[in-house]
């Protein structure tokens, strides 16, 4: 099966509105950084994400349609090297 930009979950969060992050808060029943704290699931978080920003371009776009996208993230792998002190 080949990938489309429709399969693929990339999410810039400092795009989403007010709005948007209160819906993924009901959506999931956590807030919105929890996304980045290790402790806590992330599928709900996910998916509450691609369905909000994938709604702007398609609002016909599903909850089921969301659980079906793959992932895939702009960040660049970290060098921990760089900014090392000596």
């Known amino acids: 099966m080949s990938e489309t930009v429709d399969d693929v979950l990339d999410v810039d969060i400092s795009e989403l509105t007010v709005g948007e992050i209160k819906e993924i808060e009901e959506l999931t029943g956590m807030p919105l950084d929890a996304l980045g704290q290790a402790d806590k699931p992330k599928g709900k978080m996910l998916a509450?994400?691609?369905?909000?920003?994938?709604?702007?371009?398609?609002?016909?776009?599903?909850?089921?349609?969301?659980?079906?996208?793959?992932?895939?993230?702009?960040?660049?792998?970290?060098?921990?090297?760089?900014?090392?002190?000596?």
């Open 48 to 86: 509450a994400l691609a369905f909000v920003s994938k709604r702007r371009e398609n609002p016909k776009f599903t909850w089921e349609d969301a659980l079906e996208l793959k992932i895939t993230t702009s960040q660049s792998d970290v060098d921990p090297s760089e900014g090392a002190e000596s």
